[in-house]
Each structure stands twice: as C-alpha cells, then as structure tokens.
C-alpha cells in the first residue's frame, strides 16, 4: 500500500492553503506556466481533485476519453468563483478527502480498480498517489519553478517517492503504443536522489512492462532525477532540454525518451 502519500499529500495542502496570504488579485489572474490555466485555474483544479473525492455529484459530467478535457471542464464549471471563496472550499474538502484516501489504504477497498479513462485503470490505494503527484507537479513546476510565483514547494523524499509510484504505475498506460516497439530492447531508467532508484522498462507479451532491477546490462540507460523526469515524462519540456543522461545505444533511448508519457 502506499499510505505515506497521505501525510505528504496533507503538506502540499498547507502550500496550497498558505496562497490565501501571499497573493493579491493581479497574481490570482497571472498565467500559470500550464497552458490556459491562470494561477487560479491551477487552485481551481486542485479543489476539484478534492471534490472527486468527497462530492463528485458536485462536478460537470466527464469528457468521454480525456482525463484533461475533464479537467478543462471542472476548470470552466468554478472558475468563476472568487479565489477565496476556492481556498475555502479546498480547505473545507480536505478533511474528509483525506480521510477517504485513508480509507482506501487497506482492506478490499484498497485492490478496487479505479478507471481514469484514457489515463489508464489503477488500485484504488494508488488514487493518493495519483493526487500527490498532480499537487506537487502543479505547485513546483507550473506556480513555482517555470511559473509565475516564488513560492517554496520542497521536493521532499515522501512527495517524490509517491509521485514516482504514480508515474511509473502510469507510464505503461500512459505512453503511446510505439513505446512497445521501442522497448523490444530493454531500457533501463535510473532515477536519482530521493524517491530514486532503477528499473527496467521492456515489452512482455506485447505490454510495456516497469520492473525494479539492475541496468547495466539493458540496450540503454535514462539517467535522471525524480523530480527532472517528472518534468521532461509530463511533456512540461522536451526531454532534449532536461538533465536527462543517455547511455548505451543512443538511437534506442532517444526513441524511448521520445515516447515515454506520464500526466
């Protein structure tokens, strides 16, 4: 199970929650570095991925076959509410979102599949994953980091490691179907510091397949950090701009860096 994204998700909540004190009305309306999100829009979304949770009746219908066209619609659905009145329904939200991720920690609940349409189908238990991932993704690199605000989002070890869970869960279901061509040859995906570690990316039986494992004796090597490939797998840059290191057969990672694809 993976309830430590609870706790890590209930600090990243305190970030959002802290916005409330250190933004005025021209940095609520500031581009975020997500296309066509305002600063707002990103909170905006953020309070909806609570709202799933809590009170999905509360949310427009989905978009049949993109998890990002639904989330453009929640988007559209509030955000033409006052960014206080946001952070206050975010802050009213939290308790019990937290308290049902809980929930799905542990018994049956846990192994119940969740289908998030184009993005794929999961364990329940990997939701709190999924929202540490989107949370810090969202604060760190499209508010902060290439964003417009200064605001501090520690790249902590129980942030990073939940949302490489998340990543690596998604990164099969995710990528498009060439990734199966390209992992005929197995590539191995070595991510530093925390949340790090190696694995082994290949096809099996016609599936993209993630497995922990040693390297060394793959095709080729994607040499990077955690939080580097959280930008350069979400397509946030193109990975020929990250500090992304290939090693082995160069034409075999180039094609497999082109491919991967987590969101």
Same mark, same amino acid.
């Given at each position: 199970?993976?309830?430590?994204?609870?706790?890590?998700?209930?600090?990243?909540?305190?970030?959002?929650?802290?916005?409330?004190?250190?933004?005025?009305?021209?940095?609520?309306?500031?581009?975020?570095?997500?296309? %066509?999100?305002?600063?707002?829009?990103?909170?905006?979304?953020?309070?909806?991925?609570?709202?799933?949770?809590?009170?999905?009746?509360?949310?427009?219908?989905?978009?049949?076959?993109?998890?990002?066209?639904?989330?453009?619609?929640?988007?559209?659905?509030?955000?033409?509410?006052?960014?206080?009145?946001?952070?206050?329904?975010?802050?009213?939200?939290?308790?019990?979102?937290?308290?049902?991720?809980?929930?799905?920690?542990? %018994?049956?609940?846990?192994?119940?599949?969740?289908?998030?349409?184009?993005?794929?189908?999961?364990?329940?238990?990997?939701?709190?994953?999924?929202?540490?991932?989107?949370?810090?993704?969202?604060?760190?690199?499209?508010?902060?980091?290439?964003?417009?605000?200064?605001?501090?989002?520690?790249?902590?070890?129980?942030?990073?490691?939940?949302?490489?869970?998340?990543?690596?869960? %998604?990164?099969?279901?995710?990528?498009?179907?060439?990734?199966?061509?390209?992992?005929?040859?197995?590539? #191995?995906?070595?991510?530093? #510091?925390?949340?790090?570690?190696?694995?082994?990316?290949?096809?099996?039986? #016609?599936?993209?397949?993630?497995?922990?494992?040693?390297?060394?004796?793959?095709?080729?090597?994607?040499?990077?950090?955690?939080?580097?490939?959280?930008?350069?797998?979400?397509?946030?840059?193109?990975?020929?701009?990250?500090?992304?290191?290939?090693?082995?057969?160069?034409?075999?990672?180039?094609?497999?860096?082109?491919?991967?694809?987590?969101?």
């Amino acid at each position: 199970m993976t309830a430590s994204a609870i706790p890590a998700l209930a600090a990243l909540a305190d970030t959002v929650l802290e916005l409330g004190n250190n933004l005025n009305h021209d940095d609520w309306n500031t581009p975020s570095a997500c296309p %066509g999100w305002s600063v707002h829009d990103v909170v905006v979304h953020l309070t909806c991925t609570l709202r799933e949770i809590v009170d999905p009746a509360g949310l427009p219908g989905p978009v049949p076959g993109s998890v990002e066209r639904t989330n453009d619609a929640a988007v559209n659905a509030y955000r033409g509410r006052n960014p206080q009145d946001t952070l206050s329904d975010y802050r009213t939200l939290l308790h019990p979102a937290l308290t049902g991720l809980r929930d799905l920690q542990t %018994g049956p609940a846990a192994a119940e599949t969740v289908d998030f349409d184009d993005a794929g189908k999961y364990p329940a238990h990997l939701i709190a994953d999924s929202l540490v991932f989107d949370h810090y993704c969202h604060l760190r690199h499209d508010l902060a980091g290439r964003g417009p605000l200064r605001i501090t989002v520690p790249a902590d070890p129980p942030t990073l490691t939940a949302s490489r869970i998340w990543m690596l869960a %998604g990164l099969p279901q995710m990528s498009p179907p060439r990734l199966t061509q390209v992992l005929a040859d197995p590539v #191995g995906l070595d991510l530093a #510091g925390p949340g790090g570690g190696s694995w082994i990316l290949r096809t099996v039986a #016609g599936q993209v397949t993630v497995q922990p494992g040693p390297t060394e004796d793959t095709a080729a090597r994607l040499i990077s950090t955690v939080d580097d490939f959280m930008l350069w797998s979400t397509h946030r840059i193109d990975w020929r701009d990250a500090a992304l290191t290939q090693e082995g057969d160069r034409e075999i990672a180039r094609q497999a860096a082109d491919a991967v694809h987590v969101f």
